[in-house]
């Protein structure tokens, strides 16, 4: 098929109603959420090869494929997604996809999209608001009169944690840039940091023996306390902190470090502080939730992915600055603030992202808090953590599930009880119902304990949908056991 405008209208369409359907079945929890076939019969089903060489001749043969790709895709807009920290989309960032997909502009230079580019800034001040860092309504942060806070949109949270850790070493060490990475930096962070943290440490140049785990307590969370006697024995072995990180909230529980007191801790000893806020920085836009927060404020910079609690599509990643002198900063070497201050290079992001190509990634926040406006997001977050409680609160008038803690997020950990079932056990109760593809859950290891696991996303998700899955398991691990 040739792209012109009549095809472009005759595909929407087609499109319009192959994933009306798919929404709608998702929506009223018809059929499976997954169906995992061999990857080979897989590719043959899809014809994939045959297309590839010859081409979709007209959209019948576009609706075909359609039909066998939606049939196995991931259904994350079926109530009975439980599965991975992913945002289930709104048809706002719908829009912005389908949008990118034709209009394509990678704005990290501003002539390349401008409109682009300007909802990217209109967002993250949305987001700098959130922590009180905009002190500026000004969009662009480059020029001398902004002051405040910066921000800059990633290919993900994994990107964002190195943007933000890239920063700091330049903080810390301005001449690393060019000098190369002295070896002796640290970063402590929780023993249960996201892996992309370490993974930045070593791409930095650290090595990953430079990641300092503090200790959690018995809910993995950080240890405050351990914080002191861990700087004190990193001074006296001759290092110095790069940067201390917390999570907002730890990816396995669901549960927040104590942001205040890093925070504090932090300040007190003028060290770069770092809050991993992927998934749990949307608690900011919380009326009820925002408590959790507390302290973010005092970061650094901070990390917040659109594409897990704001309903964008994957990907959409903030990096946060409390100073967007320090961002401007990051890849660059020491002296370079003068450089900026003679310079006006507008609101172009690449000065600041790792990314040269960079998609719209703007437009996608930018279109799913449009869709309905802001009310309705904080609706969205307040629901999905209030509705996770509500299942920790069944699972206590159980006898044959328990929870290790209490949520504070839309994640939860739970495990079934009955006799004999020990970790491997758990592990195939998730296989097996993931097999039977009613629903899908994840597992995760917690004090060496693993536990099944479930992040709340689907705004559908209700404890009927919960109790129908406790009920799948009872059944599951019963034929597990025949
Ligand atoms: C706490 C935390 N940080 C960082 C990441 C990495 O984000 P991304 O998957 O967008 O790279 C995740 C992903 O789950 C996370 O949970």
């Excluded at 504070?408 to 491997?424: M, Q, R, V």
């Excluded at 296989?431 to 004090?447: A, P, Q, R, S, W």
């Amino acid at each position: 098929m040739k792209t012109n405008g009549d095809a472009l209208l005759k595909t929407t369409e087609l499109l319009g109603n192959a994933l009306r359907d798919f929404l709608n079945q998702s929506q009223a929890a018809e059929g499976k959420v997954l169906v995992q076939k061999e990857s080979n019969a897989l590719a043959n089903e899809l014809q994939l090869s045959h297309w590839l060489k010859h081409g979709l001749a007209d959209t019948t043969q576009v609706q075909q494929l359609l039909q066998v790709y939606t049939d196995n895709a991931q259904h994350l807009h079926h109530p009975h997604y439980m599965g991975h920290q992913c945002a289930v989309p709104n048809l706002g960032a719908f829009i912005a996809d389908a949008v990118n997909g034709l209009v394509n502009n990678p704005m990290a230079i501003y002539e390349m999209g401008p409109a682009a580019a300007v909802m990217e800034k209109v967002v993250i001040n949305w987001m700098l608001s959130k922590l009180s860092w905009l002190k500026s309504d000004s969009i662009e942060e480059t020029r001398n009169h902004k002051t405040g806070g910066g921000g800059v949109l990633t290919h993900g949270g994994s990107m964002a944690n190195l943007t933000a850790l890239s920063a700091a070493r330049a903080k810390v060490v301005p001449d690393a840039w060019t000098e190369g990475t002295p070896d002796n930096l640290v970063v402590l962070c929780p023993e249960v940091a996201h892996y992309s943290v370490s993974r930045a440490i070593s791409i930095l140049g650290l090595g990953s023996k430079a990641a300092i785990p503090i200790k959690v307590t018995d809910k993995e969370v950080m240890d405050p306390d351990y914080l002191e006697p861990a700087l004190k024995q990193i001074k006296a072995e001759g290092k110095q902190v790069m940067a201390v990180v917390a999570n907002a909230c730890a990816t396995s529980t669901g549960l927040y470090d104590p942001l205040e007191e890093t925070g504090l801790f932090c300040q007190q000893y003028d060290l770069w502080y770092h809050v991993d806020g992927a998934h749990g920085a949307a608690a900011l836009i919380s009326g009820k939730h925002q408590a959790l927060m507390k302290g973010a404020q005092l970061a650094d910079s901070m990390i917040w992915d659109a594409h897990k609690m704001l309903r964008t599509s994957a990907l959409c990643a903030a990096v946060l600055f409390k100073d967007h002198l320090d961002m401007l900063n990051t890849f660059r070497q020491k002296g370079s603030y003068l450089f900026f201050e003679k310079e006006d290079v507008g609101i172009d992001a690449i000065e600041n992202a790792i990314e040269c190509t960079k998609s719209s990634l703007g437009t996608k926040l930018f279109w799913s808090l449009a869709i309905e406006g802001e009310q309705a997001m904080v609706d969205y977050v307040d629901s999905r953590y209030d509705i996770t409680t509500v299942f920790f609160e069944h699972i206590q008038t159980t006898e044959d599930f328990e929870c290790p803690y209490e949520p504070e997020s839309n994640i939860l950990c739970f495990k079934y009880l009955a006799p004999g079932t020990n970790d491997s056990f758990q592990l195939a109760i998730r296989n097996e119902l993931v097999k039977h593809g009613d629903f899908y859950i994840t597992t995760t290891i917690m004090n060496g304990v693993r536990y099944l696991r479930v992040s709340v996303q689907n705004p559908d998700t209700s404890l009927e949908h919960f109790e129908k899955m406790l009920i799948a398991i009872r059944e599951v691990a019963l034929d597990l056991k025949k």
